[in-house]
């Protein structure tokens, strides 16, 4: 069966640190790889998409950067993180036509 | 621009309470209209829409979507307690780069007192 994995789960920086989130997903093969952030008390905003190895389409523009060094594995970047780059930040994976999406369990991340 | 909205934004009720939440939506080119329950973290799947007029049910649960009206409810019959948790709406939008990307709404918290 297919597994998503994220870590860490929480993460504390202070201002003007880099960041590294990741995320792989076993049991399945060409996912389609999304990353989302969710601030306090809104819903889920798409960051990045990725349908493929070394494809990343960014939705908004921000601080934050995806890549894709493998086919099941989506890594969210930042050189330098800012005080409102803080919030839940999601992990999700689909396949195919069936949109779907199954989450990891989140990164909690605070930026003091 | 794309927009979903939820309603009511939280809701408090006692267990046996039916409650229904509503989510309502204007998107270009929609595909499907998903409902999602997250608990602490990660959202799980609930109910996936595409047709309107078809109710979807799952236990307690069931969802049905309206494409005239922009519009879909998901009820909750005889609530437990282990029915708290954030309910999210998202709408997929088809074509193109869009390809499987939602949007999602802001979300209804639901607390069921015991």
């Known amino acids: 069966s297919q597994t998503i994995h994220q870590w860490p789960a929480t993460l504390v920086q202070p201002v003007g640190s880099p960041l590294s989130l990741e995320c792989t997903v076993e049991g399945t093969s060409n996912p389609n790889l999304y990353w989302y952030r969710q601030a306090a008390g809104r819903g889920l905003q798409l960051l990045f998409y990725s349908v493929g190895i070394g494809q990343i389409s960014s939705e908004v523009p921000q601080n934050l950067s995806a890549s894709r060094p493998q086919d099941r594995q989506f890594i969210l970047s930042s050189k330098k993180l800012l005080l409102s780059d803080s919030g839940f930040y999601l992990c999700?994976?689909?396949?195919?036509?069936?949109?779907?999406?199954?989450f990891g369990s989140g990164t909690q991340l605070s930026v003091l | 621009e794309d927009k979903v909205v939820q309603s009511p934004l939280s809701l408090v009720v006692h267990e046996g309470d039916t409650v229904t939440l509503n989510c309502s939506y204007e998107v270009t080119n929609f595909r499907s209209l998903l409902w999602y329950k997250q608990e602490k973290k990660a959202p799980t799947f609930l109910f996936m829409l595409?047709?309107?007029?078809i109710e979807k049910k799952s236990g307690r649960l069931s969802s049905i979507l309206d494409k005239k009206e922009l519009f879909s409810i998901l009820n909750i019959t005889a609530t437990q307690t282990g029915d708290s948790a954030v309910y999210l709406c998202a709408v997929e939008y088809a074509g193109g780069t869009s390809y499987g990307k939602l949007t999602f709404g802001q979300g209804t918290i639901l607390t069921v007192h015991p």
């Open positions: 999700a994976w689909s396949v195919g036509v069936n949109e779907k999406l199954f």
């Open positions: 595409t047709s309107s007029g």
